[in-house]
Protein backbone atom coordinates (compact mmCIF):
# COMPACT_ATOMS: atom_id res chain seq x y z
CA UNK A 1 0.00 0.00 0.00
CA UNK A 2 0.97 3.88 -0.34
CA UNK A 3 3.06 4.95 2.39
CA UNK A 4 5.39 1.61 2.30
CA UNK A 5 8.75 1.22 0.50
CA UNK A 6 12.50 2.30 0.97
CA UNK A 7 14.12 5.68 1.17
CA UNK A 8 16.88 6.72 -1.05
CA UNK A 9 18.97 5.35 1.44
CA UNK A 10 17.69 2.03 1.84
CA UNK A 11 15.55 2.38 5.05
CA UNK A 12 11.98 1.09 4.76
CA UNK A 13 8.98 3.13 5.14
CA UNK A 14 5.91 1.33 6.73
CA UNK A 15 3.00 3.79 6.85
CA UNK A 16 4.78 6.13 6.36
CA UNK A 17 7.20 5.76 8.98
CA UNK A 18 10.88 5.11 8.72
CA UNK A 19 11.60 1.95 10.66
CA UNK A 20 14.70 3.79 12.74
CA UNK A 21 11.94 5.94 13.98
CA UNK A 22 10.25 3.16 14.72
CA UNK A 23 12.95 1.31 16.55
CA UNK A 24 14.08 4.65 18.18
CA UNK A 25 10.73 5.25 19.72
CA UNK A 26 9.14 1.74 20.59
CA UNK A 27 12.06 -0.34 20.63
CA UNK A 28 12.65 -3.68 19.25
CA UNK A 29 11.63 -6.71 19.10
CA UNK A 30 8.17 -4.68 17.97
CA UNK A 31 5.39 -5.94 16.28
CA UNK A 32 4.15 -3.28 13.55
CA UNK A 33 0.93 -3.09 12.04
CA UNK A 34 0.07 -1.01 8.70
CA UNK A 35 -3.91 -0.12 9.65
CA UNK A 36 -4.20 1.21 6.01
CA UNK A 37 -3.34 -1.85 5.01
CA UNK A 38 -5.49 -4.04 7.12
CA UNK A 39 -8.47 -1.44 6.67
CA UNK A 40 -7.72 -2.24 2.85
CA UNK A 41 -7.80 -6.17 3.19
CA UNK A 42 -10.81 -6.24 5.37
CA UNK A 43 -12.88 -4.08 2.81
CA UNK A 44 -11.12 -5.96 -0.22
CA UNK A 45 -13.12 -9.17 1.44
CA UNK A 46 -16.35 -7.06 2.35
CA UNK A 47 -16.63 -6.05 -1.20
CA UNK A 48 -15.53 -9.16 -2.91
CA UNK A 49 -17.68 -11.15 -1.04
CA UNK A 50 -20.85 -8.95 -1.19
CA UNK A 51 -20.40 -8.38 -5.07
CA UNK A 52 -19.94 -11.90 -6.18
CA UNK A 53 -22.88 -13.32 -3.59
CA UNK A 54 -25.17 -10.71 -4.00
CA UNK A 55 -24.87 -11.16 -8.32
CA UNK A 56 -26.04 -14.64 -6.92
CA UNK A 57 -28.72 -13.61 -4.62
CA UNK A 58 -27.22 -14.62 -1.86
CA UNK A 59 -26.11 -11.78 0.82
CA UNK A 60 -23.20 -12.60 2.78
CA UNK A 61 -21.33 -10.97 6.61
CA UNK A 62 -17.57 -11.11 6.96
CA UNK A 63 -16.41 -11.81 10.30
CA UNK A 64 -12.83 -11.20 11.14
CA UNK A 65 -11.37 -13.77 13.03
CA UNK A 66 -9.99 -12.04 16.21
CA UNK A 67 -7.73 -15.07 17.23
CA UNK A 68 -5.34 -14.54 14.61
CA UNK A 69 -4.69 -11.21 16.45
CA UNK A 70 -7.53 -9.47 18.14
CA UNK A 71 -6.54 -5.78 20.12
CA UNK A 72 -9.60 -3.06 21.19
CA UNK A 73 -8.10 -0.90 17.84
CA UNK A 74 -7.77 -3.85 15.67
CA UNK A 75 -11.23 -4.96 16.58
CA UNK A 76 -12.62 -1.05 16.03
CA UNK A 77 -11.34 -1.30 12.96
CA UNK A 78 -12.69 -4.32 11.59
CA UNK A 79 -16.07 -3.00 12.31
CA UNK A 80 -15.52 0.30 10.89
CA UNK A 81 -15.19 -1.48 7.70
CA UNK A 82 -18.00 -3.27 7.59
CA UNK A 83 -16.89 -6.48 9.36
CA UNK A 84 -18.13 -8.43 12.26
CA UNK A 85 -15.78 -10.40 15.30
CA UNK A 86 -15.23 -13.57 15.52
CA UNK A 87 -14.30 -14.67 18.74
CA UNK A 88 -12.97 -18.33 20.42
CA UNK A 89 -12.96 -17.60 24.04
CA UNK A 90 -13.99 -15.43 27.09
CA UNK A 91 -11.15 -13.29 26.66
CA UNK A 92 -11.60 -12.47 22.97
CA UNK A 93 -15.40 -11.55 23.61
CA UNK A 94 -13.76 -9.56 26.45
CA UNK A 95 -11.86 -7.60 23.88
CA UNK A 96 -14.77 -7.08 21.19
CA UNK A 97 -17.05 -5.69 23.97
CA UNK A 98 -14.39 -2.71 25.18
CA UNK A 99 -14.38 -2.05 21.43
CA UNK A 100 -18.01 -1.39 21.70
CA UNK A 101 -18.09 -4.03 18.65
CA UNK A 102 -22.30 -4.62 19.54
CA UNK A 103 -23.17 -7.91 20.91
CA UNK A 104 -25.26 -9.18 17.79
CA UNK A 105 -22.49 -8.78 15.79
CA UNK A 106 -19.91 -10.83 17.97
CA UNK A 107 -19.47 -14.31 17.50
CA UNK A 108 -18.43 -17.25 19.86
CA UNK A 109 -16.65 -20.27 19.08
CA UNK A 110 -15.05 -23.08 21.06
CA UNK A 111 -15.16 -26.74 21.51
CA UNK A 112 -14.69 -26.74 25.27
CA UNK A 113 -16.47 -22.79 25.97
CA UNK A 114 -16.85 -22.73 29.83
CA UNK A 115 -20.13 -22.04 31.76
CA UNK A 116 -18.75 -18.61 32.43
CA UNK A 117 -17.76 -17.64 28.25
CA UNK A 118 -21.52 -18.76 27.73
CA UNK A 119 -23.34 -16.73 30.26
CA UNK A 120 -20.89 -14.01 29.19
CA UNK A 121 -22.16 -14.41 25.20
CA UNK A 122 -25.44 -14.88 26.44
CA UNK A 123 -25.56 -11.49 28.80
CA UNK A 124 -23.82 -9.83 25.50
CA UNK A 125 -26.40 -10.98 23.88
CA UNK A 126 -23.94 -12.38 21.06
CA UNK A 127 -25.18 -12.76 17.35
CA UNK A 128 -24.49 -16.50 17.38
CA UNK A 129 -23.00 -19.09 19.62
CA UNK A 130 -21.28 -22.27 17.44
CA UNK A 131 -21.89 -24.90 19.08
CA UNK A 132 -19.90 -27.79 18.52
CA UNK A 133 -20.96 -31.42 20.45
CA UNK A 134 -24.15 -32.42 22.14
CA UNK A 135 -23.25 -32.00 25.54
CA UNK A 136 -22.65 -28.15 24.85
CA UNK A 137 -26.09 -27.89 23.11
CA UNK A 138 -27.51 -28.59 26.31
CA UNK A 139 -24.92 -26.44 28.42
CA UNK A 140 -26.25 -23.52 26.20
CA UNK A 141 -30.11 -24.62 26.77
CA UNK A 142 -30.07 -24.93 30.29
CA UNK A 143 -28.10 -21.36 30.54
CA UNK A 144 -30.32 -19.48 28.12
CA UNK A 145 -33.20 -21.11 30.29
CA UNK A 146 -31.52 -19.50 33.60
CA UNK A 147 -31.52 -16.05 32.00
CA UNK A 148 -35.16 -16.74 30.52
CA UNK A 149 -33.06 -15.61 26.64
CA UNK A 150 -33.08 -17.69 23.53
CA UNK A 151 -29.63 -18.85 22.51
CA UNK A 152 -29.08 -18.01 18.82
CA UNK A 153 -26.41 -21.16 17.99
CA UNK A 154 -25.08 -22.65 14.85
CA UNK A 155 -24.14 -26.08 14.71
CA UNK A 156 -20.25 -26.44 13.58
CA UNK A 157 -19.98 -29.66 11.45
CA UNK A 158 -17.18 -31.48 9.67
CA UNK A 159 -17.79 -32.22 6.19
CA UNK A 160 -14.63 -34.35 5.74
CA UNK A 161 -13.17 -31.43 3.06
CA UNK A 162 -9.86 -30.45 4.72
CA UNK A 163 -7.41 -28.12 2.89
CA UNK A 164 -4.73 -25.96 3.40
CA UNK A 165 -1.53 -25.15 1.67
CA UNK A 166 -1.88 -26.17 -1.74
CA UNK A 167 -4.69 -28.97 -2.37
CA UNK A 168 -7.50 -30.45 -0.42
CA UNK A 169 -8.62 -34.05 0.36
CA UNK A 170 -11.97 -35.14 1.87
CA UNK A 171 -12.03 -37.97 4.48
CA UNK A 172 -15.09 -39.99 5.84
CA UNK A 173 -14.18 -39.95 9.34
CA UNK A 174 -12.03 -37.79 11.06
CA UNK A 175 -9.84 -38.08 14.30
CA UNK A 176 -10.18 -34.31 15.91
CA UNK A 177 -11.81 -32.66 17.90
CA UNK A 178 -13.76 -29.85 16.01
CA UNK A 179 -17.33 -30.10 14.67
CA UNK A 180 -19.88 -33.26 13.97
CA UNK A 181 -19.46 -35.36 11.18
CA UNK A 182 -21.70 -35.47 8.24
CA UNK A 183 -21.25 -39.15 7.77
CA UNK A 184 -22.68 -41.34 10.11
CA UNK A 185 -21.06 -43.54 12.46
CA UNK A 186 -22.50 -46.95 10.46
CA UNK A 187 -24.25 -46.97 7.25
CA UNK A 188 -28.13 -46.71 7.75
CA UNK A 189 -27.15 -44.35 10.93
CA UNK A 190 -28.49 -40.99 11.46
CA UNK A 191 -24.60 -38.34 11.34
CA UNK A 192 -23.82 -37.10 14.41
CA UNK A 193 -24.35 -33.55 12.39
CA UNK A 194 -28.40 -34.31 12.36
CA UNK A 195 -28.86 -35.42 15.48
CA UNK A 196 -27.08 -32.19 16.75
CA UNK A 197 -29.41 -30.23 14.38
CA UNK A 198 -32.43 -32.01 15.36
CA UNK A 199 -31.38 -31.68 18.84
CA UNK A 200 -31.28 -27.80 18.82
CA UNK A 201 -34.64 -27.60 17.57
CA UNK A 202 -36.11 -29.28 20.19
CA UNK A 203 -35.08 -26.97 22.59
CA UNK A 204 -37.02 -23.77 22.67
CA UNK A 205 -33.90 -21.96 24.36
CA UNK A 206 -32.59 -22.20 21.20
CA UNK A 207 -32.41 -20.36 17.95
CA UNK A 208 -30.65 -22.90 14.92
CA UNK A 209 -29.57 -20.10 12.82
CA UNK A 210 -27.39 -22.43 10.71
CA UNK A 211 -24.61 -24.63 9.89
CA UNK A 212 -20.49 -23.92 10.44
CA UNK A 213 -18.25 -25.35 8.30
CA UNK A 214 -14.26 -24.71 9.04
CA UNK A 215 -12.04 -26.16 6.92
CA UNK A 216 -8.17 -25.45 7.17
CA UNK A 217 -6.01 -22.76 7.06
CA UNK A 218 -3.45 -21.04 4.50
CA UNK A 219 -5.75 -22.80 1.86
CA UNK A 220 -4.87 -21.34 -2.00
CA UNK A 221 -7.51 -23.17 -3.91
CA UNK A 222 -10.94 -22.62 -4.05
CA UNK A 223 -11.69 -26.24 -4.55
CA UNK A 224 -12.24 -27.01 -0.76
CA UNK A 225 -14.67 -23.94 -0.14
CA UNK A 226 -16.60 -25.17 -2.80
CA UNK A 227 -16.52 -29.02 -1.91
CA UNK A 228 -17.61 -28.49 1.73
CA UNK A 229 -20.19 -25.50 0.83
CA UNK A 230 -21.53 -28.57 -1.23
CA UNK A 231 -21.64 -30.99 1.56
CA UNK A 232 -23.41 -28.18 4.32
CA UNK A 233 -25.83 -27.41 1.67
CA UNK A 234 -27.49 -30.83 1.40
CA UNK A 235 -27.36 -31.08 4.84
CA UNK A 236 -29.22 -28.25 5.05
CA UNK A 237 -31.83 -30.12 2.38
CA UNK A 238 -31.28 -32.94 4.19
CA UNK A 239 -32.20 -31.29 7.77
CA UNK A 240 -35.03 -29.04 5.93
CA UNK A 241 -36.86 -32.94 4.86
CA UNK A 242 -36.63 -34.32 8.17
CA UNK A 243 -38.00 -31.08 10.17
CA UNK A 244 -39.67 -28.84 7.55
CA UNK A 245 -37.15 -26.01 8.60
CA UNK A 246 -34.66 -24.84 5.87
CA UNK A 247 -32.33 -22.73 8.17
CA UNK A 248 -31.34 -19.43 7.03
CA UNK A 249 -27.72 -19.03 7.53
CA UNK A 250 -24.22 -21.13 6.34
CA UNK A 251 -20.96 -20.16 7.53
CA UNK A 252 -17.85 -21.61 5.19
CA UNK A 253 -15.44 -20.61 8.06
CA UNK A 254 -12.17 -19.10 7.40
CA UNK A 255 -8.57 -20.19 6.28
CA UNK A 256 -7.96 -17.75 3.12
CA UNK A 257 -4.44 -18.31 2.05
CA UNK A 258 -1.69 -15.05 2.11
CA UNK A 259 1.47 -15.08 0.81
CA UNK A 260 4.26 -15.29 2.97
CA UNK A 261 7.35 -15.17 0.92
CA UNK A 262 8.04 -13.03 -1.92
CA UNK A 263 7.20 -15.44 -4.94
CA UNK A 264 4.24 -16.61 -3.50
CA UNK A 265 0.80 -16.12 -4.71
CA UNK A 266 -1.70 -15.23 -2.39
CA UNK A 267 -5.94 -16.58 -3.12
CA UNK A 268 -7.47 -13.22 -4.56
CA UNK A 269 -10.27 -12.88 -2.68
CA UNK A 270 -12.40 -11.83 -5.75
CA UNK A 271 -11.67 -15.37 -7.54
CA UNK A 272 -12.52 -16.94 -4.31
CA UNK A 273 -15.46 -15.56 -3.70
CA UNK A 274 -17.21 -15.47 -7.28
CA UNK A 275 -16.13 -19.47 -7.68
CA UNK A 276 -17.72 -20.38 -4.16
CA UNK A 277 -20.74 -17.96 -5.25
CA UNK A 278 -21.36 -19.49 -8.34
CA UNK A 279 -20.95 -22.74 -7.26
CA UNK A 280 -23.11 -22.57 -4.32
CA UNK A 281 -25.93 -21.21 -6.50
CA UNK A 282 -25.81 -24.05 -8.71
CA UNK A 283 -25.92 -26.67 -5.67
CA UNK A 284 -29.11 -25.20 -4.38
CA UNK A 285 -30.20 -24.95 -7.81
CA UNK A 286 -29.79 -28.82 -8.04
CA UNK A 287 -31.54 -29.30 -4.32
CA UNK A 288 -34.61 -27.16 -5.02
CA UNK A 289 -33.64 -25.01 -2.11
CA UNK A 290 -33.29 -21.34 -1.36
CA UNK A 291 -30.07 -19.57 -1.10
CA UNK A 292 -29.04 -19.45 2.59
CA UNK A 293 -27.31 -15.80 3.89
CA UNK A 294 -23.74 -16.41 4.01
CA UNK A 295 -20.94 -15.87 6.06
CA UNK A 296 -17.09 -16.34 6.09
CA UNK A 297 -14.23 -15.85 8.63
CA UNK A 298 -11.15 -14.93 7.62
CA UNK A 299 -8.50 -13.98 10.18
CA UNK A 300 -4.83 -14.53 8.64
CA UNK A 301 -5.54 -13.46 5.26
CA UNK A 302 -6.93 -9.55 7.27
CA UNK A 303 -3.94 -8.99 9.62
CA UNK A 304 -1.06 -10.97 8.23
CA UNK A 305 0.34 -9.09 5.48
CA UNK A 306 -0.39 -6.10 7.13
CA UNK A 307 2.15 -6.61 10.16
CA UNK A 308 5.90 -6.96 10.25
CA UNK A 309 8.47 -7.79 13.05
CA UNK A 310 11.16 -5.29 13.84
CA UNK A 311 14.10 -6.92 15.56
CA UNK A 312 17.42 -5.55 15.93
CA UNK A 313 20.57 -7.64 15.45
CA UNK A 314 22.63 -8.88 17.79
CA UNK A 315 25.26 -11.58 17.00
CA UNK A 316 25.96 -12.86 13.49
CA UNK A 317 28.00 -16.30 13.46
CA UNK A 318 29.45 -18.24 10.44
CA UNK A 319 29.09 -21.93 11.06
CA UNK A 320 29.60 -24.25 9.13
CA UNK A 321 27.52 -27.43 7.77
CA UNK A 322 28.85 -30.54 6.78
CA UNK A 323 25.90 -31.64 4.03
CA UNK A 324 24.93 -35.60 2.78
CA UNK A 325 27.16 -36.32 -0.33
CA UNK A 326 27.58 -32.44 -0.91
CA UNK A 327 30.24 -30.01 -0.18
CA UNK A 328 29.98 -28.61 3.02
CA UNK A 329 28.83 -25.01 3.10
CA UNK A 330 28.59 -22.00 5.77
CA UNK A 331 25.50 -20.90 6.56
CA UNK A 332 25.63 -17.24 8.45
CA UNK A 333 23.39 -17.47 11.89
CA UNK A 334 22.02 -14.00 12.52
CA UNK A 335 20.34 -13.46 15.93
CA UNK A 336 17.58 -11.22 16.77
CA UNK A 337 16.20 -9.64 20.29
CA UNK A 338 13.23 -11.97 19.72
CA UNK A 339 12.70 -15.09 18.77
CA UNK A 340 9.90 -18.17 19.03
CA UNK A 341 8.54 -16.38 22.21
CA UNK A 342 7.17 -13.52 19.80
CA UNK A 343 6.97 -16.13 16.61
CA UNK A 344 6.26 -19.68 17.66
CA UNK A 345 5.39 -20.56 13.82
CA UNK A 346 8.36 -21.75 11.98
CA UNK A 347 8.91 -23.89 15.40
CA UNK A 348 5.47 -25.15 15.49
CA UNK A 349 4.56 -25.51 11.84
CA UNK A 350 8.05 -25.29 10.06
CA UNK A 351 6.70 -22.08 8.71
CA UNK A 352 8.40 -19.91 6.41
CA UNK A 353 9.05 -16.23 6.27
CA UNK A 354 10.87 -13.67 4.77
CA UNK A 355 13.69 -11.35 6.30
CA UNK A 356 15.12 -7.93 5.65
CA UNK A 357 17.87 -5.69 6.60
CA UNK A 358 15.63 -2.65 6.66
CA UNK A 359 17.52 -0.13 8.47
CA UNK A 360 19.88 1.12 5.50
CA UNK A 361 21.13 0.02 1.99
CA UNK A 362 23.99 -2.58 1.44
CA UNK A 363 26.06 -3.06 -1.32
CA UNK A 364 27.71 -5.90 -0.47
CA UNK A 365 26.74 -9.76 -1.95
CA UNK A 366 24.02 -11.94 -0.52
CA UNK A 367 24.86 -15.21 2.08
CA UNK A 368 23.06 -17.49 2.66
CA UNK A 369 21.31 -16.83 6.30
CA UNK A 370 19.20 -18.03 9.43
CA UNK A 371 17.37 -15.93 11.76
CA UNK A 372 17.05 -17.44 15.11
CA UNK A 373 15.96 -16.07 18.16
CA UNK A 374 17.41 -15.52 21.66
CA UNK A 375 16.09 -18.41 23.12
CA UNK A 376 17.49 -21.06 25.01
CA UNK A 377 17.10 -23.52 22.10
CA UNK A 378 18.15 -24.45 18.61
CA UNK A 379 14.82 -24.81 17.31
CA UNK A 380 14.50 -21.18 18.47
CA UNK A 381 14.12 -20.29 14.31
CA UNK A 382 12.65 -17.10 13.07
CA UNK A 383 13.65 -17.62 9.27
CA UNK A 384 14.93 -20.96 7.89
CA UNK A 385 16.91 -19.60 5.22
CA UNK A 386 17.03 -16.57 3.51
CA UNK A 387 19.89 -14.42 1.53
CA UNK A 388 21.23 -11.62 3.61
CA UNK A 389 23.94 -9.33 2.90
CA UNK A 390 27.11 -10.50 4.05
CA UNK A 391 28.03 -7.34 5.86
CA UNK A 392 25.01 -7.78 8.44
CA UNK A 393 25.82 -6.70 11.59
CA UNK A 394 24.88 -6.18 15.24
CA UNK A 395 22.81 -3.21 15.44
CA UNK A 396 20.96 -3.89 12.03
CA UNK A 397 17.56 -3.57 11.70
CA UNK A 398 15.77 -6.63 10.42
CA UNK A 399 12.04 -6.91 9.17
CA UNK A 400 10.17 -9.98 9.04
CA UNK A 401 7.20 -9.63 6.84
CA UNK A 402 3.68 -10.93 7.30
CA UNK A 403 3.75 -11.63 10.65
CA UNK A 404 0.55 -9.63 11.86
CA UNK A 405 -1.38 -12.96 12.07
CA UNK A 406 -0.58 -15.31 14.90
CA UNK A 407 2.25 -14.31 15.60
CA UNK A 408 1.22 -11.96 18.79
CA UNK A 409 -1.86 -13.56 19.06
CA UNK A 410 0.87 -16.95 19.87
CA UNK A 411 3.50 -15.03 21.66
CA UNK A 412 4.35 -16.36 24.63
CA UNK A 413 6.97 -15.70 28.04
CA UNK A 414 9.30 -18.16 27.28
CA UNK A 415 12.86 -17.48 28.96
CA UNK A 416 10.65 -14.57 31.21
CA UNK A 417 10.97 -12.17 27.82
CA UNK A 418 8.50 -9.40 27.95
CA UNK A 419 5.93 -9.60 25.20
CA UNK A 420 6.74 -6.79 22.42
CA UNK A 421 4.57 -4.08 21.84
CA UNK A 422 1.98 -3.94 19.00
CA UNK A 423 2.73 -0.24 17.30
CA UNK A 424 -0.07 0.81 14.52
CA UNK A 425 1.06 3.28 11.71
CA UNK A 426 -0.64 5.34 10.10
CA UNK A 427 -0.26 8.20 7.55
CA UNK A 428 3.22 8.92 8.75
CA UNK A 429 3.00 8.35 12.65
CA UNK A 430 2.71 5.10 14.82
CA UNK A 431 0.69 4.62 17.90
CA UNK A 432 0.83 2.06 20.35
CA UNK A 433 -2.02 -0.44 20.40
CA UNK A 434 -0.68 -2.65 22.94
CA UNK A 435 2.28 -1.81 25.10
CA UNK A 436 5.36 -3.71 25.63
CA UNK A 437 5.15 -5.60 28.58
CA UNK A 438 7.73 -5.48 31.06
CA UNK A 439 9.69 -7.92 33.56
CA UNK A 440 7.66 -5.90 36.49
CA UNK A 441 4.76 -7.05 34.42
CA UNK A 442 5.92 -10.97 34.53
CA UNK A 443 7.44 -10.50 38.17
CA UNK A 444 3.92 -9.46 39.19
CA UNK A 445 2.26 -12.42 38.47
CA UNK A 446 4.74 -14.08 41.11
CA UNK A 447 3.79 -14.32 44.33
CA UNK A 448 7.25 -15.41 45.28
N1 LIG B 1 -12.94 -19.72 11.81
C1 LIG B 1 -12.66 -20.81 12.55
C2 LIG B 1 -13.76 -21.62 13.09
C3 LIG B 1 -11.32 -21.16 12.78
O1 LIG B 1 -11.07 -22.24 13.49
C4 LIG B 1 -10.28 -20.37 12.26
C5 LIG B 1 -8.90 -20.70 12.49
C6 LIG B 1 -10.63 -19.22 11.51
C7 LIG B 1 -11.97 -18.94 11.31
C8 LIG B 1 -9.61 -18.30 10.92
O2 LIG B 1 -8.74 -18.91 10.06
P1 LIG B 1 -7.74 -18.04 9.14
O3 LIG B 1 -8.59 -17.28 8.15
O4 LIG B 1 -7.01 -17.11 10.02
O5 LIG B 1 -6.88 -19.07 8.52
N2 LIG B 1 -2.38 -20.93 14.53
C9 LIG B 1 -2.43 -21.39 13.15
C10 LIG B 1 -3.77 -21.18 12.55
C11 LIG B 1 -4.86 -21.83 13.34
C12 LIG B 1 -6.18 -21.47 12.82
C13 LIG B 1 -7.28 -22.05 13.64
N3 LIG B 1 -8.55 -21.67 13.23
C14 LIG B 1 -1.35 -20.71 12.35
O6 LIG B 1 -0.60 -19.94 12.91
O7 LIG B 1 -1.22 -20.96 11.15
Same mark, same amino acid.
Given at each position: ??????????????????????????????????????????????????????????????????????????????? &?? @? =?????? !??? +???? %? *?? #?? $???? &?? @? =?????? !??? +???? %? *?? #?? $???????????????????????????????????????????????????????????????????????????????????????????????????????????????????????????????????????????????????????????????????????????????????????????????????????????????????????????????????????????????????????????????????????????????????????????????????????????????????????????????????
Amino acid at each position: PSGTGRQKDGALVVGGVDVRELAAEHGTPAYVLDEADFRLRARAYRTAFEAAFGAVGAGVDVYYAGKALLTVAVARWAR &EE @G =LRVDTA !SGG +ELAV %A *LR #AE $VPGA &EI @G =LHGNNK !SDA +EIER %A *LD #AG $VGRIIVDSLVEIERVARLAADRGVVAPVMVRVTTGVHAGGHEYIATAHEDQKFGLSVNPANEGAESPAMTALLAVLKRPELKLLGIHSHIGSQIIDPDGFEAAARVVLRLRADLAERSGLLVDEVDLGGGYGIAYLPGDVALDPERVAKDVAQSVRAVCQELGTDLPRFSIEPGRAIVGPAGLTLYTVGTVKPVTVSSDGGADFTRTYVSVDGGMSDNIRPALYGAAYHAEVVGRSSSAENVLARVVGKHCESGDIVVHEVQLPADVRASDLLAVAATGAYGRSMASNYNMLPRPPVVAVFDGASRVLVRRETEDDLLGLDLG
